[in-house]
């Protein structure tokens, strides 16, 4: 990591902390209250709210396993979850968000009181802020510290797991504490344009990148499911990268899979992910907490409207690049994936892999020859069980590689650039890190302390609640994430 690279990301990091702080002056005022530490005083312009929902709902889990699970056989299917959201948001903006400005809530539990009753309000906030804590939070901070470590070790500087998940913490605990709603909008504003910047640099470096490569060394997908894959274009060495893309990947370009798909079946695209879809963008309250704080119902709704349109962009520079990475790089994909088992089975762990066998290359068993007894056993027994099974074996890829081994081998050489992608992952995180944080303080603030423990608050005194939820909440996290590393 050169000292460009660390120019470059330690000058984003103090220009996020420093515009989130300077914009939200007003909510360490006296007169500033709840309504703006919590809601950015409900002055929030639609295109604040746009980029914010967006900075808030992508993190490391849609970077890192939307782009692995496009480079499975998954392919473009995974962006069904993308471009629905934006069908969503639309219905959102419309059904939804003028009842909740009319009632002045400030939270979504908040609305069932106003709706049903205080008992509706009160088990709808304890089951919102343990899953905004105990799943959200912990989750967030693991999933994104996993690749802040890999990526930063690859340029030579090794951070821990643990020290990676209080850095993170910490840096988004620091400017929500201390400027609340507001200051997470303003630094999702520089998050968010970072993040789409970011993901289209990724992109074109990876299209620039196969169109550039011995058509050789290119891996195809896992072949024709069609008959419109089967006449698929014969790669040639002429080929353009868009044309390789196609040749390549035809059977990876299908947004509707078999009823028997285990994970993405059409049947469960057109009928079961509506509800969770709903949830997510109209009721989840760190993601409708921008939405209830902006300046009025028109700036609202162009601001989820906004949103939607950046939703229908984010599979170019998220699931295209998956795709690609597994065309590149589908023999180091193959060797994470002996590693992961070796461990796993070095530590007890029984990891199910069906009838996929590993494939290490000749670097990896040359580097780990002790371990190739184990990866003999292994391919021996599954190719037997397969064979009483009249099944077919499989290479086994650990695909949730896809995104670090693209930034580790197109981006890093180029000074500067490989800085800014690793801020502008970081920044990805923080921002969704912050959204849960500010959602889940707010909630107790309000639907839990004000309700039952002091009804004669005080703005000042919910401001504070607010700040020490914040500590406390993010201590929880950071302490819990790292024990999801444990195999066991």
């Known amino acids: ?27 360490h005022s006296e007169e500033g209250g709840a309504a703006d530490y919590f809601l950015a005083g409900r002055g929030l312009t639609w295109w604040l709210i746009g ?27 995974i962006a069904s979850y993308e471009w629905m959201a934006a069908v969503t948001l639309v219905f959102v903006a419309f059904a939804f968000l003028p009842y909740f400005l009319k009632t002045g809530i400030y939270t979504i539990p908040g609305f069932l009181e106003h ?65 609340g709603l507001k200051a997470c909008a303003w630094a999702d504003l520089i998050q968010g344009t970072a993040l789409i910047i970011g993901g289209a640099l990724i992109s074109f470096f990876a299209f620039q990148a196969l169109g550039g490569a011995n058509i050789a060394d290119l891996a195809h997908g896992v ?62 309250q760190y993601i409708t907490q921008r939405t209830l704080g902006s300046a009025s119902l028109a700036a609202g709704q162009k601001g989820i409207v906004f949103a939607a349109a950046l939703k229908l962009l984010i599979p170019f520079i998220i699931v295209f ?19 992961d088992y070796v461990v796993a089975r070095e530590a007890g762990v029984s990891k199910d892999l069906g009838f996929a066998v590993l494939a290490p290359s000749e670097a990896w068993q040359a580097k780990n020859a002790a371990q190739m007894p184990i990866v003999t056993a292994y ?19 650990k695909s949730d590689t896809a995104l670090g081994l693209l930034i580790a081998k197109l981006c890093m050489g180029r000074q500067g650039l490989f800085g800014f992608i690793i801020a502008a992952l970081l920044g990805a995180i923080v921002s969704s890190l912050a959204a849960v944080l500010n959602a889940a303080s707010t909630i107790f603030s309000i639907d839990i302390y004000h309700a039952y423990f002091n009804k004669q608050a005080t703005q000042k005194q919910l401001v504070a609640v607010g700040r020490i939820c914040v500590g406390v909440f993010v201590v929880i996290g950071c302490v819990v994430a790292p024990l999801l590393d444990d195999p066991k």
Request: charged fraction near 10%; include cysteine; charge should be neutral.
């Open 115 to 179: 709706r049903y009753n205080k008992h509706a309000r009160s088990i709808m906030a304890v089951f919102m802020m343990v899953i905004l804590v105990g799943v959200s939070l912990c989750g967030v901070i693991y999933a994104g510290a996993l690749p802040m470590r890999d990526l930063l070790a690859h340029a030579g500087v090794h951070v821990s797991l643990v020290a990676c998940c209080w850095i993170m913490g910490v840096l988004a605990a620091g400017y929500v504490a201390a400027g």
């Open 223 to 284: 072949g024709a499911t069609t008959a419109a894959d089967a006449a698929a274009p014969v790669l040639t060495a002429e080929m353009g990268a868009v044309q390789r893309f196609f040749a390549l990947n035809a059977d990876k370009l299908h947004m509707f899979l078999p009823k028997t798909d285990t994970i993405i079946p059409w049947t469960a695209l057109c009928l079961g992910l509506w509800i969770p879809n709903i949830y997510y963008w109209g009721l989840n």
């Open 379 to 397: 391919n021996a027994e599954i190719t037997a069980k397969a064979a009483a099974a009249q099944k077919s074996t499989t290479v086994a890829y």
């Open 51 to 77: 980029v914010s929902l967006i900075a808030a709902n992508i993190s490391a889990e849609q970077f890192v396993g939307m782009s692995g699970q496009a480079a499975s056989y998954l392919g473009i299917a």
């Open 1 to 27: 990591m050169g000292i460009v690279d660390i120019a470059v990301f330690f000058g984003f990091i103090a220009a996020v902390i420093g515009v989130g702080l300077w914009k939200s002056r007003s909510a």
């Open 321 to 339: 690049p998956g795709i690609i990475a597994f065309n590149l790089y589908d023999k180091d994909m193959a060797d994470s994936a002996v590693s």
